[in-house]
């Protein structure tokens, strides 16, 4: 029987998913169920990631200086809030732990404002 679930939150690089990856074998060994909220870039990696669902969430950076594209990096974060808003509203997670990675920005944030703790891994 599962403890709950928990959220983890990771850019779609092997360097803030592999640290993500191993904390999802431990968990779950400890009976919890774990989900991965990430973007695109994960695919290639999902087959091997342990979770009970993988929710691609939308992203972007800010980087450029051109106001165009920061209002159209905005606008695609905030739809990243709305998705992960609606997949913590479903899976109800205990905790939302971060990873890392621009992908990262969205789920935490949707868990702040509906009052599921955070965690930053470093």
């Known amino acids: 029987m599962s403890k709950g679930s928990i959220l983890l939150a990771a850019g779609g690089t092997g360097g803030h998913l592999f640290p993500a ?6 968990l ?3 009976g919890w169920t774990v989900h991965l909220a990430t973007d695109d870039r994960a695919e290639r990696f999902a087959g091997q990631f342990p ?6 969430i939308q992203s972007a950076t800010m980087s450029s ?3 165009f594209a920061v209002l159209a990096a905005f606008w695609k974060i905030w739809g990243g809030v709305r998705q992960a808003s ?3 509203g479903r899976i109800k997670p205990a905790v939302v732990v971060g990873f ?3 992908p990262t920005l969205p789920p935490l944030y949707a868990a702040t404002r509906r ?8």
């Not at 990856?21 to 431990?26: F, M, Q």
């Not at 979770?51 to 691609?56: F, K, L, N």
Request: hydrophobic share 40%; glycine share 10%; proline share 9%.
């Open 65 to 67: 200086k051109n106001p």
């Open 115 to 122: 009052k599921v703790p955070t965690l930053i891994h470093e």
């Open 100 to 102: 890392g990675g621009y």
């Open 51 to 56: 979770a009970a669902g993988i929710h691609p």
């Open 28 to 30: 779950i060994r400890r």
């Open 86 to 88: 609606a997949v913590i």
């Open 21 to 26: 990856e191993a904390l999802a074998h431990e």
